[in-house]
Nanobody
Framework: QVQLAESGGGLGQPGGSLLLSCTAS????????MGWFRRVLGKQRELVAR???????HYADYVKGRFTISRDTAKNTMYLQMNNLQFDDTAVYYC??????????WGRGTQVTVSS
């Protein structure tokens, strides 16, 4: 079992920045992939970014060049640096991990609102 705790959401301005964090506890040594999904009101959940144990990263096209995912393995914490925020980034952001045996665990979500 892995427990995830997200933090860092809130209100951001267009063109501004926010930093999301996700800390894993429990069987966190077994994590293979960490990442973020988001759900915009009225739409399906969509992948934002993920990072693998070897450091490989993947970004959705709509955040490339604006968002950066990183991971501090010593702290079992993953970060999503969100720059140049846009109104369309308003969503609930969910942290997830995939462990080696294949199970996926989710955080409870953190709201990001971009508003002027």
């Amino acid at each position: 079992q892995v427990q995830l705790a997200e933090s860092g959401g809130g209100l951001g301005q267009p063109g501004g920045s926010l930093l999301l964090s996700c800390t894993a506890s429990g069987s966190s040594f077994n994590i293979n992939v960490m990442g973020w999904f988001r759900r915009v009101l009225g739409k399906q959940r969509e992948l934002v970014a993920r990072i693998h144990n070897d450091g490989t990263t993947h970004y959705a096209d709509y955040v490339k060049g604006r968002f950066t995912i990183s991971r501090d393995t010593a702290k079992n914490t993953m970060y999503l640096q969100m720059n140049n925020l846009q109104f369309d980034d308003t969503a609930v952001y969910y942290c997830f991990v995939v462990v080696r045996e294949g199970s996926t665990y989710w955080g409870r979500g953190t709201q990001v609102t971009v508003s002027s």
